[in-house]
């Protein structure tokens, strides 16, 4: 199978190495030459590395590399069966691209891109035939991450999603279909987990180091909200969060937090400018967290029952199924549990009443029960059997 990439950069070079150990023949095109040659020196040191854990041998590295070729024009794509674009986050310049290869490739040729926050269904009416456009989300490190999320623009044919499954699914990644909604599946669910967190923080109901130490100690998250917070970038998570509240029509329950905000006016972007939420420097005081197990218990129980709530809406929704939502989150993610199955497991009547005594107290409509939990509860339903 005939693969092409564009876009070099960090999904784009982990996605042509996907493909390339899947054992398509991959082309991989750039705008910038320094970027591709970048590209071909990280795949060289991350095959390396893969050879010294005894993952791989040299003949499998040899003939990922032999996969894969770097190209200077998109007019050497035009011999693929599906190319993934991988380039710039802004729909002009996506948009003016795909309408440019649209004229290129043969006319059976899947097109996908895989932006994370912009319309599919607008990215697919640049083309004479968007019924072969689809958006194939992966998650950063590709190689390393089991999800892909598959989203059908309004436009794109049964045929076209039921490939690019197989494709995506023969590249050994597990794979959610998602509707071309903000977020799609795994942005738009996991945002509690951050919002509920900096909520309480701000209330002044804990310190960070005691919300992270309960989420991951109460919870089993593997980070707490703070760390992942610091450790994705607040200029990435905050525009997440700001992308997903506007692309909603400003629905209170995506409302991004002041307190972020100000880390990223003031450059605290987290461990990569060396202060975040936490400090990095080398002698810097580290908080201690409070241990008071019922506090944490409160807590973590308030932020999960948030996300449930999320989860549960985007299945109300019809934004994916029970099945794969729970497998976004465990597989895109790393949560410990699917939170549908979560639902099941702490009670349907436990969530709704916990979401009702919020809302009672605060009045906001971000704590608004979804009702496809109230209905649940009233017909003593699971959502899994
Ligand atoms: N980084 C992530 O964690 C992540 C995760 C999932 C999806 N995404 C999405 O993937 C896409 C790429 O993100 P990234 O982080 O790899 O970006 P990046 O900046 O690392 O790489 C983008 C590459 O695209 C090239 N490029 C820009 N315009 C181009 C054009 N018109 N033609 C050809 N090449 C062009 C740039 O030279 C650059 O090498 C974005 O749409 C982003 O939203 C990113």
Same mark, same amino acid.
């Given at each position: 199978?005939?693969?092409?990439?564009?876009?070099?950069?960090?999904?784009?070079?982990?996605?042509?190495?996907?493909?390339?150990?899947?054992?398509?023949?991959?082309?991989?095109?750039?705008?910038?030459?320094?970027?591709?040659?970048?590209?071909?020196?990280?795949?060289?040191?991350?095959?390396?590395?893969?050879?010294?854990?005894?993952?791989?041998?040299?003949?499998?590295?040899?003939?990922?590399?032999?996969?894969?070729?770097?190209?200077?024009?998109?007019?050497?794509?035009?011999?693929?069966?599906?190319?993934?674009?991988?380039?710039?986050?802004?729909?002009?310049?996506?948009?003016?691209?795909?309408?440019?290869?649209?004229?290129?490739?043969?006319?059976?040729?899947?097109?996908?891109?895989?932006?994370?926050?912009?319309?599919?269904?607008?990215?697919?009416?640049?083309?004479?035939?968007?019924?072969?456009?689809?958006?194939?989300?992966?998650?950063?490190?590709?190689?390393?991450?089991?999800?892909?999320?598959?989203?059908?623009?309004?436009?794109?044919?049964?045929?076209?999603?039921?490939?690019?499954?197989?494709?995506?699914?023969?590249?050994?990644?597990?794979? &959610?279909? +998602? *509707? =071309?909604?903000?977020?799609?599946?795994?942005?738009? /669910?996991?945002? @509690?987990?951050?919002?509920?967190?900096?909520?309480?923080?701000?209330?002044?109901?804990?310190?960070?180091?005691?919300?992270?130490?309960?989420?991951?100690?109460?919870?089993?998250?593997?980070?707490?909200?703070?760390?992942?917070?610091?450790?994705?970038?607040?200029?990435?998570?905050?525009?997440?969060?700001?992308?997903?509240?506007?692309?909603?029509?400003?629905?209170?329950?995506?409302?991004?937090?002041?307190?972020?905000?100000?880390?990223?006016?003031?450059?605290?972007?987290?461990?990569?400018?060396?202060?975040?939420?936490?400090?990095?420097?080398?002698?810097?005081?580290?908080?201690?967290?409070?241990?008071?197990?019922?506090?944490?218990?409160?807590?973590?129980?308030?932020?999960?029952?948030?996300?449930?709530?999320?989860?549960?809406?985007?299945?109300?929704?019809?934004? &994916?199924? +029970? *099945? =794969?939502?729970?497998?976004?989150?465990?597989?895109? /993610?790393?949560? @410990?549990?699917?939170?549908?199955?979560?639902?099941?497991?702490?009670?349907?009547?436990?969530?709704?009443?916990?979401?009702?005594?919020?809302?009672?107290?605060?009045?906001?409509?971000?704590?608004?029960?979804?009702?496809?939990?109230?209905?649940?509860?009233?017909?003593?339903?699971?959502?899994?059997?």
């Amino acid at each position: 199978m005939k693969i092409s990439v564009i876009g070099s950069g960090t999904m784009g070079s982990g996605i042509a190495q996907v493909a390339a150990t899947s054992g398509c023949h991959v082309k991989i095109f750039d705008l910038n030459n320094e970027a591709l040659i970048k590209s071909k020196i990280s795949l060289e040191k991350v095959l390396n590395r893969l050879i010294e854990k005894e993952k791989i041998d040299a003949g499998e590295k040899n003939r990922i590399q032999n996969n894969i070729s770097y190209v200077n024009t998109l007019a050497d794509l035009s011999d693929s069966d599906l190319v993934i674009e991988a380039i710039v986050e802004n729909l002009e310049v996506k948009r003016k691209v795909f309408a440019e290869l649209e004229t290129l490739v043969s006319e059976n040729t899947i097109l996908a891109s895989n932006t994370s926050s912009l319309s599919i269904t607008s990215i697919a009416a640049s083309c004479q035939k968007p019924e072969r456009v689809i958006g194939i989300h992966f998650f950063n490190p590709a190689p390393l991450m089991q999800l892909v999320e598959v989203v059908p623009a309004i436009q794109t044919s049964e045929e076209v999603l039921n490939k690019t499954v197989q494709i995506i699914s023969d590249w050994k990644k597990v794979v &959610a279909v +998602a *509707k =071309d909604t903000p977020g799609f599946i795994v942005n738009r /669910v996991a945002r @509690p987990f951050y919002s509920e967190s900096l909520r309480i923080l701000e209330e002044g109901l804990a310190d960070m180091a005691t919300i992270d130490w309960s989420l991951k100690e109460i919870g089993g998250f593997k980070m707490g909200a703070f760390e992942l917070m610091d450790f994705i970038g607040h200029d990435v998570n905050y525009v997440v969060t700001e992308t997903v509240f506007t692309a909603f029509y400003f629905d209170p329950r995506y409302k991004p937090s002041l307190t972020q905000k100000r880390l990223v006016e003031a450059g605290y972007l987290g461990r990569k400018s060396g202060k975040g939420f936490y400090n990095y420097a080398e002698n810097a005081i580290i908080t201690k967290p409070n241990e008071d197990k019922e506090k944490a218990k409160q807590i973590f129980e308030r932020v999960l029952v948030m996300l449930i709530n999320e989860a549960a809406d985007a299945l109300f929704l019809n934004i &994916a199924s +029970a *099945k =794969d939502i729970d497998n976004a989150m465990t597989k895109g /993610v790393n949560y @410990p549990k699917g939170l549908l199955a979560w639902a099941d497991e702490i009670g349907i009547h436990w969530c709704v009443e916990k979401l009702d005594n919020l809302y009672n107290e605060y009045h906001e409509d971000r704590y608004r029960c979804s009702p496809i939990l109230r209905k649940m509860k009233n017909e003593n339903k699971k959502f899994f059997n």
